[in-house]
């Protein structure tokens, strides 16, 4: 099977927002002539952080990365389409979906999933310290944000779906004390 049979071939999703669009470079190659896993989560941990800078309006870390799924390989000179979705929302904290699709080089206007993901990001200080979100920014003109109504420091469970098709809610916690951020 190729990479351009109906099997692989999807449609760009249109509830979720492109965050990033990103070709691979020959020198981001491994051994084997594909890219390099690293440097796609790289791309997907800046894409990721798209939507939480909208309400960290400041520093914010990647505290955890809680799925990550290979699909298809990605090749030099695919270029890269990285959407995102608003997963969680906590007080200082959120939980986001990447998707990316590869528009192959030699088959412009085909897409193929090459990886999903979901990631949270937490709201810091100058100290590194968790800190609050924000209200501001939560007012976007952006089509495909998920955002309206929704307020930091109240707790958001979004269902979301796993491999194999299992049904859970995203969540994430501090793992010294254990409360929901």
Known sequence: MTDHSDALKVQLPTDKELVLKVIPMPGDCNANGDIFGGWVMAQVDLAGAVIPARYT???QATVAVNQFIFKQPVRVGDILSL???LTRIGRTSVTVQVEVYAERFRAQGVYVKVTEASLTYVAIDDEGKPGPLTTAGLHTKSRKMPVN???PGK???FKTRAVGGL???SDWSDPV???VL
């Open 155 to 157: 707790l958001y469970l």
């Open 83 to 85: 959407y995102a979705s």
């Open 167 to 169: 049904t859970g809610y």
């Open 149 to 151: 109504g929704l307020i």
């Open 177 to 179: 004390s254990h409360r």
């Open 57 to 59: 309006q400041g520093r």
